[in-house]
């Protein structure tokens, strides 16, 4: 599993959450929501250091991961955070 924020996507995290170089951006998984990876959950976000990371990605400084206790939710398929221009909101694309 990799996993990969595009530019845009770091963009909308620095504007949206104030997040700057040096800081982690966690990605995990919480009941219910709409998510498109398992049925019944949906993706969070925090800004915390991780604690047992399986799989991250570094922008501009910032560290963004996934914990080990969540990997289950994306079966093992690579993602992708991006951010839709059109609804100026971020998307989670997995394949």
């Not at 969540?70 to 989670?92: L, N, P, R």
Request: charged share 30%; with cysteine.
């Amino acid at each position: 599993m990799n996993m990969t924020v595009t530019n845009d996507a770091v963009e909308w995290f620095k504007k949206e959450l104030d997040v700057e170089s040096g800081d982690h951006v966690q990605f995990f998984v919480r009941y219910g929501g709409c998510g498109n990876f398992q049925s019944g959950f949906s993706l969070g976000v925090a800004v915390k250091a991780p604690d047992e990371e399986a799989v991250s990605d570094d922008k501009e400084g910032i560290h963004f991961y996934v914990e080990q206790k969540d990997e289950w939710y994306f079966d093992g398929a690579d993602f992708e955070v991006t951010y839709d221009k059109d609804e100026q909101e971020i998307k989670y694309n997995h394949g």
